[in-house]
């Protein structure tokens, strides 16, 4: 399935539009695949929402931060390697500077800044733009009884059996991928069931050691980019475990530093590990371990962008895609339901705000009626925030 465009798309269009995306994707991996389809597929018609779908599952076969390869992917479909280096870059970098600038005033000066009312304004945008994108993609993803049963079966295991998303979304490709076969009788699935092994991988257990060299902070950040299923956020468990219990590299207050800096910033979540490398080496540090996290995500994109196609021309692995894009959209929605309850509160989180409501409601209405730029309603939520701390 080819992207449609009636015109190739340049260079510096591209850029253009993942620096800014860099620049104002706050909410987490959730929240930046549904800008990037409110941009790439709503306004623009860069691609179909099906081909859209497919890049976004693929990315769920692979091990690394889902939005930032997602991005990835997008620049490999428009302009081969070239444009998947450049859209992944632009990307990672805009956001990774704005982490290393707050990194460096938190060492300097043990505290950061504080954003949270502007965050307040920001939160029930993103939930209204969440909300608009998953309306239209359970319309794209979602048609048959098959798929409605898969997509019902992947929220309860998400919600009732707590599953971690990712071997839902892999489990839904593989249930629908078994309904395909077991209807057209084609080829055995055993290579598909290893996906749900290795999304439990994890990186084997480093011995702990004296204080971090630069080549061990590479190497670290290297094999957690090679393993990390699922959302930046799972980083954060990782680092719990390994730098904070194991090696002692970090303290149980510095990791919770750094992941308030990765929340309060745009961009990517696995900028944390920016923040991590700065208070380890300094600026080598937070650039070394910038480039460990995400160079495999350039590398297993490129090698696997190619099979996409294919992939849709075999019943069965087609049938993997569209279970596994059932098993995104659910999770979507799951992670709608938990952002709105955390969004749509009061500046203290202590209760619910009809602001805040009447905020999301306000967005969701001009993104369905209108074809405007998500990144004005984030700057306008922005400024409703530092409005209502100015009135308090």
């Known amino acids: 399935?080819?992207?449609?465009?009636?015109?190739?798309?340049?260079?510096?269009?591209?850029?253009?539009?993942?620096?800014?995306?860099?620049?104002?994707?706050?909410?987490?991996?959730?929240?930046?695949?549904?800008?990037?389809?409110?941009?790439?597929?709503?306004?623009?018609?860069?691609?179909?929402?099906?081909?859209?779908?497919?890049?976004?599952?693929?990315?769920?076969?692979?091990?690394?931060?889902?939005?930032?390869?997602?991005?990835?992917?997008?620049?490999?479909?428009?302009?081969?390697?070239?444009?998947?280096?450049?859209?992944?870059?632009?990307?990672?970098?805009?956001?990774?500077?704005?982490?290393?600038?707050?990194s460096i005033v938190y060492v300097s000066t043990g505290s950061i800044p504080q954003v949270?009312?502007?965050?307040?304004?920001?939160?029930?945008?993103?939930?209204?733009?969440?909300?608009?994108?998953?309306?239209?993609?359970?319309?794209?993803?979602?048609?048959?009884?098959?798929?409605?049963?898969?997509?019902?079966?992947?929220?309860?295991?998400?919600?009732?059996?707590?599953?971690?998303?990712?071997?839902?979304?892999?489990?839904?490709?593989?249930?629908?991928?078994?309904?395909?076969?077991?209807?057209?009788?084609?080829?055995?699935?055993?290579?598909?069931?290893?996906?749900?092994?290795?999304?439990?991988?994890?990186?084997?257990?480093?011995?702990?050691?004296?204080p971090a060299g630069l080549g061990d902070i590479f190497f670290y950040f290297l094999r957690i980019g090679s393993v990390l299923f699922g959302s930046g956020y799972v980083l954060i468990t990782y680092i719990q475990q390994d730098l904070v219990n194991t090696f002692r590299w970090l303290t149980s207050r510095q990791l919770l530093d750094a992941i308030a800096i990765g929340q309060v910033t745009p961009g990517p979540v696995s900028t944390a590990a920016t923040v991590v490398g700065y208070i380890l080496a300094g600026l080598p540090g937070a650039a070394i371990a910038t480039v460990g996290i995400f160079l495999p995500s350039f590398v297993l994109v490129i090698l696997t962008a190619p099979l996409i196609p294919r992939m849709r021309k075999s019943a069965v692995m087609s049938g993997f895609l569209t279970g596994v894009n059932a098993g995104v959209v659910a999770a979507i929605l799951v992670t709608l339901v938990d952002l709105a309850q955390a969004a749509l509160r009061t500046l203290d989180g202590a209760a619910f705000s009809p602001a805040a409501v009447a905020l999301a409601l306000a967005a969701l209405a001009l993104l369905a009626r209108t074809k405007v730029n998500a990144t004005w309603l984030i700057a306008a939520g922005g400024l409703v925030g530092l409005a209502a701390m100015v009135a308090r």
Request: net charge positive.
């Open 1 to 102: 399935m080819l992207p449609s465009m009636s015109t190739q798309v340049s260079y510096a269009e591209l850029a253009r539009l993942f620096i800014r995306l860099s620049l104002v994707a706050f909410g987490g991996p959730v929240a930046h695949i549904a800008m990037m389809e409110q941009e790439l597929v709503t306004r623009r018609h860069w691609l179909t929402r099906e081909h859209y779908l497919d890049l976004i599952a693929a990315t769920n076969l692979i091990p690394g931060p889902n939005s930032t390869e997602v991005a990835i992917h997008v620049g490999y479909t428009l302009r081969g390697i070239p444009g998947a280096i450049l859209t992944g870059s632009c990307f990672i970098l805009p956001s990774a500077l704005i982490v290393l600038l707050l």
């Open 116 to 210: 949270e009312a502007v965050l307040w304004g920001v939160k029930p945008v993103i939930v209204a733009i969440i909300a608009n994108v998953a309306y239209r993609l359970v319309r794209s993803a979602v048609r048959w009884p098959a798929q409605w049963a898969v997509f019902v079966a992947a929220i309860a295991a998400i919600i009732l059996l707590d599953i971690p998303e990712v071997l839902v979304m892999l489990g839904a490709g593989v249930v629908y991928a078994l309904y395909v076969s077991a209807r057209s009788r084609t080829a055995s699935l055993a290579g598909l069931a290893l996906l749900v092994w290795n999304a439990g991988l994890r990186p084997a257990d480093l011995a702990a050691s004296a």
